[in-house]
């Protein structure tokens, strides 16, 4: 049985960091690539970052250069999200996906974590 499973969410205050961890087991995913996405109430899944099978490309959304950094284990079969100076803006569900369909921007991914919520107050 596939499963992802994210950690690491929490509640923190402005300008604070996270790192969140999503570890992935029943499968290995190593040659696929992997990504994270946010989501908050009443607004569609929004890509975050995402990185090639063997760590040597990542891709951001344009608002988070330079905030977040993506990055992963193959040996462990984890992706983590570094997340510094942290805005009430990046509120929200984070999940990770492994396995794009289609364009790695697009929510449309093979595997889903069950999301870990992170809340950033001002």
């Known amino acids: 049985q596939v499963q992802l499973v994210e950690s690491g969410g929490g509640l923190v205050q402005a300008g604070d960091s996270l790192r969140l961890s999503c570890a992935a087991s029943?499968?290995?995913?190593?040659?696929?690539?992997m990504a994270w996405f946010r989501q908050v109430p009443g607004r569609e899944r929004e890509f975050v970052a995402a990185i090639t099978w063997n760590g040597a490309t990542t891709y951001y959304a344009d608002s988070l250069k330079g905030r977040f950094t993506i990055s992963r284990d193959n040996v462990k079969n984890t992706v983590y999200l570094q997340m510094n100076i942290l805005k009430p803006e990046d509120t929200g569900i984070y999940y990770c996906?492994?396995?794009?369909?289609?364009?790695?921007?697009?929510?449309?991914?093979?595997?889903w974590g069950q999301g870990t919520q992170v809340t950033v107050s001002s």
């Open positions: 996906a492994v396995r794009p369909l289609r364009d790695y921007r697009d929510p449309e991914y093979t595997y």
């Open positions: 029943g499968h290995t995913f190593s040659s696929y690539p």
